[in-house]
């Protein structure tokens, strides 16, 4: 392209970002006009519950072949294919970690434990209170959060 053009391309590239900038910010958040509703709820607690779990059947696990082998059952288990062994009379295969003229494989030492469910454990959630007003000025509607005193006072077809 020739650098008019290029001047050009760039020029209308702006102009197209500065446009689609403003017709997609709109217009600010509403802060008065007339109530057309209400809601609102007070703080409140509710309950979930989160599994508790214990390591069971830790062991030691070196270099990258062996991580392979240990999640592997032997006879007798089911692979569940996350690095431990089935729930189940699974057996693991116990590598041999030596060389056969007796040093140790190189490779990283790696703990892996299987987990066993122990129960469920209460974790309590707190919602904090929300009060809002729908409110209309003009053609513009939206909800703004008052506070729970000015929602008490504000009354449905009055300014606010």
């Not at 288990?77 to 189940?88: A, D, I, N, V, Y």
């Not at 140790?104 to 129960?119: A, P, W």
Request: aromatic share 4%.
């Amino acid at each position: 392209m020739t650098p008019s053009a290029d001047r050009i391309v760039l020029a209308s590239a702006a102009v197209a970002v500065s446009v689609l900038l403003t017709a997609c910010s709109g217009p600010g958040a509403i802060e008065h006009g007339i109530v057309k509703d209400k809601r609102g709820h007070p703080a409140y607690t509710t309950t979930e519950y989160r599994d508790v779990y214990r390591e069971t059947n830790c062991r030691n696990v070196t270099s990258a072949f062996t991580l392979s082998l240990v999640s592997k059952p032997g006879p007798g288990g089911s692979r569940s294919g996350s690095g431990r062994s089935g729930s189940r009379g699974g057996k693991l295969k116990s590598p041999d970690l030596k060389k056969s003229d007796g040093k140790s494989r190189k490779g990283s030492t790696r703990r892996i434990c299987d987990r066993t469910l122990v129960g469920r454990e209460p974790s309590p959630q707190h919602h904090l209170a929300v009060w809002e007003l729908k409110l209309k000025d003009g053609s513009r509607v939206g909800w703004k959060r008052v506070s729970k005193d000015k929602w008490d006072k504000a009354k449905i077809g009055h300014r606010a």
